[in-house]
C-alpha cells in the first residue's frame, strides 16, 4: 500500500510528496514538528501534541496555516489514509519556500506536512535489562540561544549529543544544561525514583516539556507516589534508587547505568515497571 502523505491539504504518494530546495525547513531548520504515537486507530494525546506545535510555531514567529481543529484534523485524516492502527506521525511546519538569505520576510506561506508510518521501536531487551547511557559534553540549547521548549527542525545541538553517545557505545545520552544540572536525554525526557519517591526536572532546567512526562507525572500521581519535579545533579542520578526516561517513541524506559555507574541494584526498579504497566494501560484506553 502506497503511503499518503499529506501536504497543504493534499494527499500524495511518497514519489510526488516534496518540497522545493528554497525551503527555509530545509535552507536553515527553520521550522517545528511533532511526532506523535497512534495506538489502535487513535493518535495519543492528540491535543497536547497539537497545543506543544503552537507554541513552538508561536516562539519562532511562525503563523500556522490552519487552526488547532483543522490541524486535528488533517492529522486523523492522514491516519487514516494509512490504514495504520499501531505507528507514529510526524508533523512538520516550515518557513516554506524563501530565498537564499535569511530574512523569512521572503518566504512564501508556512508548508505543512503529515507523515504517518509505521515506528521502528527499542530492542525489547532494552525493556527488560535497561539502558546503559552517559553523560556527553554537549550541553543542552542554552535558554537565550535557541530554547529547549521549541520542537524546531534545528536538533543538530542533540544530534551532536546522540553522536557522541553512540560513539561511547550508549543509544541515548544525557545532557546538562548550562548551568551544570541535569537536563534531558537527546529525544527523551529523565526521571528518577528515591525512597519512593519520583522526580523529574523542571522546564526550566531548559527541557522539551515531554507530552509522556506529563502522563507520567499523572499518572503517578493517580497511583499514590509523591511526584515533583526538582533540580538535579549527575550526583542524584548516581545515588537513586531507579532511574528511567520517558518520550513518544521510548514510552517508559528504565536506565540502569549512568557512566559506568550501576543505579541502584543495576536492574529495572518496582516503581520504574509500575509507571511503565500504567502507562501501557493508559494508552490502551
Ligand atoms: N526531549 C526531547 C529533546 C525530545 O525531542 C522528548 C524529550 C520527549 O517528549 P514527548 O513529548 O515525546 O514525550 C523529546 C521527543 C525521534 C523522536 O524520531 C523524538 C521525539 C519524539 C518522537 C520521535 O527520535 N522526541
Known amino acids: 500500500m502506497p503511503k499518503k502523505i499529506y501536504i497543504n491539504g493534499q494527499f500524495l504518494a511518497e514519489a510526488d510528496a516534496k518540497i522545493s530546495v528554497f525551503d527555509h525547513g530545509l535552507l536553515y531548520g527553520d521550522g517545528v514538528f511533532e511526532g506523535l504515537r497512534i495506538y489502535g486507530g487513535k493518535v495519543f494525546r492528540l491535543e497536547e501534541h497539537v497545543d506543544r506545535l503552537f507554541e513552538s510555531a508561536k516562539a519562532i514567529w511562525l503563523e500556522l496555516p490552519l487552526s488547532r481543529e483543522e490541524i486535528c484534523e488533517a492529522i486523523n485524516q492522514t491516519v487514516a489514509a494509512n490504514e495504520l492502527h499501531d505507528g507514529y506521525v510526524r508533523a512538520i511546519v516550515t518557513r516554506g519556500v524563501g530565498t537564499l538569505g535569511l530574512d523569512p520576510r521572503r518566504c512564501s506561506d508556512p508548508q505543512l506536512i503529515l507523515i504517518a508510518d509505521k515506528i521502528a521501536l527499542y530492542p525489547d531487551e532494552y525493556y527488560q535489562n535497561g539502558l546503559e547511557i552517559i553523560t556527553v559534553s554537549v550541553i543542552r540549547n542554552h535558554p537565550a540561544a535557541l530554547s529547549a521548549r521549541i520542537k524546531s527542525l534545528n536538533y543538530l545541538n542533540n544530534i551532536l549529543a546522540k553522536i557522541e553517545g553512540i560513539q561511547g557505545g550508549c543509544i541515548e545520552a544525557l545532557m546538562l544544561n548550562h548551568k551544570g544540572e541535569v537536563a534531558e536525554c537527546t529525544g527523551d525526557n529523565l526521571f528518577l525514583v528515591k525512597e519512593g519517591k519520583v ?57 540502569v547505568q549512568l557512566d559506568s555507574r550501576m543505579i541502584g541494584d543495576g536492574k529495572p526498579g518496582p516503581v520504574t515497571r509500575q509507571l511503565t504497566e500504567a502507562f501501557h494501560q493508559m494508552v490502551r484506553e
Open 199 to 255: 522526580t523529574t526536572p523542571p522546564l526550566d532546567a531548559g527541557i522539551l516539556a515531554g507530552v509522556t512526562r506529563a502522563a507520567v507525572l499523572e499518572l503517578a500521581e493517580k497511583l499514590g507516589l509523591s511526584a515533583t519535579e526538582q533540580v538535579l545533579t549527575k550526583h542524584d542520578i548516581y545515588v537513586a534508587d531507579e532511574c528511567f526516561l520517558t518520550g513518544t517513541a521510548a514510552e517508559v524506559i528504565p536506565v
